[in-house]
């Protein structure tokens, strides 16, 4: 069955330029994550939404950091003003997780990733 | 503050034997605990989780253990093999700094299995 899709599998921009990830979650999942990984270091929350209920952009590392996700499916996470220290893999991840604590144990099923490089 | 350790960066270990991953976490009391696995140039894929009233669960030659009062989940594979070779993720819930609670990971041990 698919997997969660995300786009471009690779990305290099100029220092200042702008970037639009794409993530296609699970069908059917309600919740859906964006994490990073930067070279050794583990995976950093950035973003969780779930259904309609407004998101936890807590692990936001700045204001040039955003994420929409447009009718419970797809979403974007849009990097402004790109930075080098931007420069990491971007996760996306859906879940059947919903707002019943008796499903927050759900497993998160992971994209491959975007590779973004800020030269 | 709440914390998440894999206390291994990198662990060799010989074909045929038992490698061993520790988790450990701090000021916390997860009600579960979950490991993934990675592999390069791949996202995380999930491989077992355990409840807080479950002391051991095991899957083909997986086993995990939760230890709620050493703060601790062991991870272990039991004849390696080559194709266990992968970065190992253990993850729970934690205070993401808002008052909500997101899956936190640990940096992760890269575990190499040696023929």
């Known amino acids: 069955g698919a997997g969660v899709s995300q786009s471009p599998s690779n990305k290099v921009t100029e220092k200042g330029k702008d970037v639009e990830l794409r993530c296609d979650p699970i069908?059917?999942?309600?919740?859906l994550y964006w994490y990073r990984q930067s070279l050794g270091q583990g995976l950093e929350f950035l973003i969780y939404?779930?259904?309609?209920?407004?998101?936890?952009k807590s692990g936001l590392p700045s204001d040039r950091f955003s994420a929409e996700r447009t009718g419970g499916s797809v979403s974007t996470l849009t990097i402004q003003r790109t930075q080098q220290e931007d420069s990491a893999v971007y996760l996306c991840?859906?879940?059947?997780?919903?707002?019943?604590?008796?499903?927050?144990?759900?497993?998160?099923?992971f994209g491959n990733g975007t590779r973004l490089t800020v030269t | 503050s709440q914390k998440i350790e894999q206390n291994s960066e990198a662990l060799n270990i010989q074909e045929g034997k038992t490698a061993t991953l520790t988790c450990n976490y701090t000021?916390?009391?997860?009600?579960?605990l979950q490991w993934y696995r990675q592999d390069p140039g791949r996202g995380p894929v999930f491989l077992l989780l355990?409840?807080?009233?479950?002391k051991e669960k095991r899957k083909e030659r997986l086993k995990v253990t939760f230890d709620t009062t050493l703060k601790q989940s062991l991870f272990h594979i039991t004849a390696s093999q080559p194709a266990d070779s992968a970065t190992y993720l253990c993850?729970?819930?934690?205070?993401?700094?808002?008052?909500?609670?997101?899956?936190?990971f640990g940096k992760g041990t890269k575990l190499s299995v040696i023929p």
């Open positions: 069908s059917g999942h309600t919740a």
């Open positions: 000021n916390y009391s997860p009600a579960y």
């Open positions: 993850a729970l819930d934690m205070d993401s700094g808002a008052g909500s609670y997101q899956l936190t």
């Open positions: 991840a859906s879940s059947p997780r919903t707002g019943n604590p008796s499903s927050y144990n759900s497993p998160l099923h």
């Open positions: 939404f779930q259904g309609n209920s407004a998101p936890d």
């Open positions: 355990i409840r807080e009233n479950e």
